[in-house]
């Protein structure tokens, strides 16, 4: 006997009912300012860096994984977890650090947004990127949470646009996997750079906030579910849906900087176009190379993907503060429910807009969140690692060897990372 339609549709779903804020998360990963550090790698060094991609999975899944789990475990944000095993001086200097980087990226996604509107319709760039700051804001200001993540989840399908630009140029696929492999890997001063750019543009600590309060947010409005270590008869179903929500997003991220990465070098390190500053001028270098389509899909897909970033990284800033001064937090309150937590969102993304007026050249601003998302990933990792693997504050629920060990290993590949970056500041 055949199935049913409506029964094929609805074992269709099922894997799709299990995304949410991993998906989310990692498809705000590939914000305007990840867009310009992955066309930057592909115009200056062509394939020879797609390797880090292939790197810095397993280690960003199980850092992802780590902060989903905390939040679903103890039913409390990260911001609380990690002053449970550091000083609560030094969580609300890692947090005022967070909310500034976090800003100055708003700002630099803001810019880009409002540049790429002006490539492809014209607009003043400034009143676009007005636009964009007051659309975000209010949407997270008056939309209900579950239509809001809804509209988030969407949005993700922007990024597909620059796996449409791939199937758009012809490629030598030996190169693209010899790239993939490591094969010829240049691994001189000026490539480490842009290495550790590229590690710290993947893993970021506002990534970290976000999943996890998600997490506590999805908890909070199923009256039906609890903390895990309230109720562990939940955890096979919740555990289940964390690794297949926060793989998927993981790979989400990871193939779409690939495709962005072999886009750019396919067309412009092949044009001898190797010096990229902003996602914009990555999309309209393409254009009289690769056509108008392209530099079209390039540019909707920054616009997708800041609408995408930018409330998650004003959102993981007021989650971080408004944990660590006890207030009340989530988007699944109205603005007058949470008057801090929406304080928060609000300067973000204003302080944000400001950024863009003042002038300030935002490749600066971002090395500068750079350099700042760098030296407070560090003791934040090291503080969500003794979390997750202390029986006291998980339970049962700990993480086991294989996620601990992944998990100190990114550690340790941050903190070298940061150490890179400092030392090319400072030198």
């Keep these: ?124 760039q400034h009143a676009a990127t007005i636009i964009f700051a007051l659309a975000s804001l209010g949407l997270q200001l008056f939309i209900p949470y579950r239509r809001y993540a809804r509209f988030l989840t969407v949005l993700t399908f922007s990024l597909f646009a620059y796996v449409a630009l791939v199937f758009l140029i012809p490629l030598d696929w030996a190169d693209v996997c010899a790239g993939l492999v490591g094969l010829h890997a240049d691994l001189g001063e000026s490539a480490a750079t842009t290495i550790v750019a590229i590690f710290g543009t993947t893993i970021s600590p506002y990534l970290f906030f976000w999943q996890s309060a998600q997490e506590v947010e999805e908890v909070d409005q199923d009256p039906n579910e609890q903390p895990l270590l309230t109720d562990p008869a939940e955890a096979p179903g919740a555990m289940e849906r964390i690794r297949i929500d926060t793989i998927a997003g993981m790979f989400l991220s990871n193939a779409i900087a690939i495709a962005i990465m072999i886009a750019t070098a396919a067309t412009l390190h092949a044009h001898g176009v190797v010096r990229i500053e902003t996602a914009a001028q990555a999309a309209s270098a393409l254009e009289p190379i690769a056509g108008h389509f392209a530099f079209a899909l390039f540019a909707v897909g920054i616009i997708g993907t800041g609408l995408l970033a930018i409330p998650v990284l004003a959102g993981s800033a007021a989650y971080a503060v408004g944990d660590t001064w006890g207030w009340r937090t989530g988007l699944d309150r109205m603005p007058w429910q949470a008057a801090g937590f929406y304080a928060v969102i609000g300067a973000a993304v204003l302080l944000g807009l400001v950024i863009d007026y003042s002038g300030f050249d935002p490749i600066r601003a971002l090395y500068a969140s750079a350099v700042l998302n760098g030296i407070i990933a560090v003791p934040m990792m090291s503080a969500l690692m003794l979390v997750a693997t202390s029986r006291k504050r998980m339970g049962e629920f700990r993480a086991g060897p294989v996620l601990a060990t992944l998990g100190w290993i990114s550690t340790a590949m941050m903190a070298a990372a940061a150490a890179a970056m400092l030392y090319v500041a400072l030198v």
């Design 1 to 124: 006997m055949r199935p049913s339609r409506s029964g094929l549709l609805a074992r269709l779903g099922q894997p799709l009912a299990k995304l949410g804020p991993g998906l989310i998360t990692g498809a705000a990963d590939d914000d305007p300012s990840g867009i310009a550090t992955y066309s930057q790698a592909g115009a200056q060094y062509g394939y020879g860096l797609l390797w880090t991609m292939l790197l810095t999975f397993p280690l960003m899944v199980a850092i992802q994984l780590i902060s989903a789990l905390i939040g679903r475990v103890t039913g409390r944000g990260l911001a609380k977890n990690m002053a449970g095993v550091m000083p609560g001086r030094l969580v609300g200097l890692l947090v005022a650090l967070l909310f500034t980087a976090n800003t100055i990226n708003v700002g630099a996604d803001l810019a880009a947004m409002g540049e790429a509107a002006r490539l492809v319709t014209g607009v003043n």
